[in-house]
C-alpha cells in the first residue's frame, strides 16, 4: 500500500501505548503504519512509521501558543497544517493541505471526542471513538476517510495531532482546576 496516495477507507488509530509503537490498522485488522511518540516528547512530536519501522512522515506543535500542527512527510514536506480554533479542538479548527485544498474540523463539546472534516459543505470524514468515554483506552479512534483528499500518512498525522491537542486541553482544563482549589 503506497502510505502517501489519496485514500478513501477507514483507519482504526490506537490510543498511546507506554512502550513501543502503536498500530494503525485497516478496518480488516491490517497494519498499514505505526505511530511513534517518545516518552518524553517536546511540543507533542510524533513520528509515523510504515507497517515495517521506517519512517514515512512527523508532526507536531509549533508557535507560541502551540495551536498550529504541521504534519511533514519523511523528506520534510508539508503534508497538511492544522491550526486549532482558540475555543479548542471542538471549534471550528482549519486544515490546510498541501494541495491549497482546505478543510475544516468540527468536534463535539461533549468531551472533544468526535470529530467531522469538512471541504466547504461536503463531509469529507469523521473520526469516531471506539471505546466508552470512561474506557481505560478512551482515545482509540476510528477515522473514516469518505473521499479520497488525504494520505495515510496525513490522515495518520491529523488524527494524531487532534489527539495530542485533545490531551493538551484536558491537561490545562485539570491544571485550572487545581489552582482553583488550592
Same mark, same amino acid.
Given at each position: 500500500?503506497?502510505?502517501?496516495? #489519496?485514500?478513501?477507507?477507514?483507519?482504526?488509530? *490506537?490510543? $498511546?501505548?507506554?512502550?513501543? /509503537?502503536? #498500530? =494503525?490498522?485497516?478496518? !480488516?485488522? &491490517?497494519?498499514?503504519?505505526?505511530?511513534?511518540?517518545?516518552f518524553f516528547a517536546v511540543r507533542h512530536a510524533f513520528d509515523i512509521l510504515d507497517a515495517a519501522g521506517g519512517t514515512v512522515g512527523h508532526g507536531g506543535a509549533v508557535g507560541f501558543f502551540r495551536r498550529r500542527? #504541521?504534519?511533514?512527510? +519523511?523528506?520534510?514536506? =508539508?503534508?497538511? &497544517?492544522?491550526? =486549532? +480554533?482558540?475555543?479548542? *479542538?471542538?471549534?471550528?479548527?482549519?486544515?490546510?493541505?498541501? !494541495?491549497?485544498?482546505?478543510?475544516?474540523? $468540527?468536534?463535539?463539546?461533549?468531551?472533544?471526542?468526535?470529530?467531522?472534516?469538512?471541504?466547504?459543505? /461536503?463531509?469529507?470524514? &469523521?473520526?469516531? *471513538?471506539?471505546?466508552? +468515554?470512561?474506557?481505560?483506552?478512551? /482515545?482509540?479512534? @476510528?477515522?473514516?476517510?469518505? !473521499? *479520497?483528499?488525504?494520505?495515510?500518512?496525513? @490522515?495518520?498525522?491529523?488524527?494524531?495531532?487532534?489527539?495530542? &491537542? =485533545?490531551?493538551?486541553?484536558?491537561?490545562?482544563?485539570?491544571?485550572?482546576?487545581?489552582?482553583?482549589?488550592?
Amino acid at each position: 500500500m503506497d502510505l502517501a496516495a #489519496p485514500f478513501e477507507g477507514t483507519l482504526l488509530i *490506537p490510543e $498511546k501505548i507506554l512502550a513501543g /509503537d502503536s #498500530p =494503525v490498522t485497516l478496518d !480488516t485488522g &491490517e497494519t498499514v503504519a505505526q505511530i511513534r511518540r517518545p516518552f518524553f516528547a517536546v511540543r507533542h512530536a510524533f513520528d509515523i512509521l510504515d507497517a515495517a519501522g521506517g519512517t514515512v512522515g512527523h508532526g507536531g506543535a509549533v508557535g507560541f501558543f502551540r495551536r498550529r500542527w #504541521p504534519v511533514r512527510g +519523511a523528506d520534510g514536506t =508539508v503534508l497538511l &497544517e492544522f491550526t =486549532v +480554533a482558540w475555543t479548542g *479542538p471542538s471549534g471550528r479548527s482549519r486544515i490546510l493541505l498541501n !494541495t491549497g485544498a482546505e478543510l475544516s474540523l $468540527k468536534g463535539s463539546w461533549w468531551m472533544s471526542r468526535s470529530f467531522t472534516v469538512h471541504h466547504g459543505d /461536503d463531509l469529507v470524514a &469523521e473520526i469516531q *471513538p471506539t471505546t466508552h +468515554a470512561m474506557s481505560l483506552r478512551n /482515545d482509540t479512534y @476510528a477515522f473514516s476517510l469518505r !473521499t *479520497p483528499l488525504l494520505s495515510v500518512i496525513a @490522515a495518520v498525522g491529523l488524527a494524531q495531532s487532534i489527539r495530542n &491537542e =485533545v490531551q493538551a486541553s484536558r491537561n490545562r482544563a485539570h491544571q485550572n482546576t487545581i489552582h482553583h482549589h488550592t
